[in-house]
């Protein structure tokens, strides 16, 4: 159940495979009350904006006296109930919905999540805004960016906001050998496909969370970043080696479109991949 009252101005919403996200400007009246309870934990970042009085209050937990201001995250774990009543107000933010099956498997079936209302969690906003950028885009990074971003947000929340709260990171484990030339050779052969980051560390044999610090340790960038270099990297073998539309090419290399492929392309190699072309056919 979700009910915030008041009234949407604009609302955008996107979906990924165990996350959700809203970018929204929100008007509430001299006297509006929503009510939330989800089985989704709900983060909300406000960008923008304020209200002249917000009062909160979530289940069996944290009570809240002030206003809404730029900056402000709020946290509502999954299945508690959060009751918040606001002043006259004009808010832009941007919502994440993150199923709890993202959180690490080692959490434990006993950990609780402690929700709250309106603090200031620089890390929060930050992935907040790399996910809204990355749906605002069009989808330029993809579905391996996102699965890094929320697998950082959940080990975040936990180590934050729960039960297992200021828990130190278990080592990271090695990434090596066979093993790492495993995860290398099933990326070069999925290139075209929707790679996924659980599907990578089930090859190294790794839980989700352990598997993008140690594919870091091992070579240097993130899964998300190596991918996305091996795919310009292979579009640049396309172009120079084949007469392939460009947008076949894309496709080839598990890019969206052509557009997303230029977009790419042009971050990587300064050039179009039209341009590209053209320089090493006739250079």
């Not at 929503?34 to 406000?46: A, K, M, R, W, Y």
């Not at 099956?101 to 309106?118: K, L, M, R, S, Y």
């Not at 598997?211 to 993130?222: H, N």
Request: glycine share 10%; with cysteine.
């Amino acid at each position: 159940m979700r009910e915030p009252g008041g009234r949407y101005l604009q609302l955008r919403e996107y979906r990924w495979a165990g996350v959700g996200l809203e970018v929204a400007r929100w008007q509430s009246g001299p006297a509006t009350e929503g009510v939330c309870q989800l089985s989704e934990h709900l983060l909300l970042v406000t960008l923008g904006g304020v209200t002249s009085r917000t009062e909160a209050r979530i289940e069996d937990g944290h009570r809240y006296a002030g206003a809404d201001f730029p900056g402000a995250v709020t946290f509502i774990p999954a299945n508690r109930r959060r009751v918040a009543r606001h002043g006259r107000g004009l808010l832009d933010y941007v919502t994440i919905r993150l199923d709890p099956a993202q959180v690490p498997a080692g959490a434990g079936d006993g950990v609780e999540f402690i929700g709250f209302t309106n603090r200031v969690d620089p890390l929060v906003r930050q992935l907040t805004l790399a996910l809204r950028d990355e749906a605002t885009s069009g989808g330029v990074a993809g579905q391996l960016f996102v699965d890094g971003v929320t697998t950082t947000l959940a080990l975040h929340l936990l180590r934050r906001y729960s039960s297992r709260v200021n828990i130190s990171a278990a080592p990271t484990p090695a990434l090596a050998g066979t093993r790492l030339r495993e995860v290398l050779e099933h990326i070069d052969d999925e290139l075209g496909g929707d790679l996924r980051l659980d599907r990578l560390a089930g090859v190294a044999e790794l839980d989700r969370h352990q598997f993008g610090r140690a594919f870091k340790k091992a070579i240097g960038v993130s899964p998300h970043r190596y991918v996305l270099q091996r795919r310009v990297e292979r579009a640049a073998e396309l172009l120079t080696r084949s007469d392939r539309p460009i947008a076949e090419i894309a496709l080839l290399v598990g890019m969206s479109s052509q557009s997303h492929l230029t977009t790419v392309f042009r971050r990587v190699f300064g050039d179009t991949p039209h341009a590209y072309r053209r320089a090493t056919r006739h250079g």
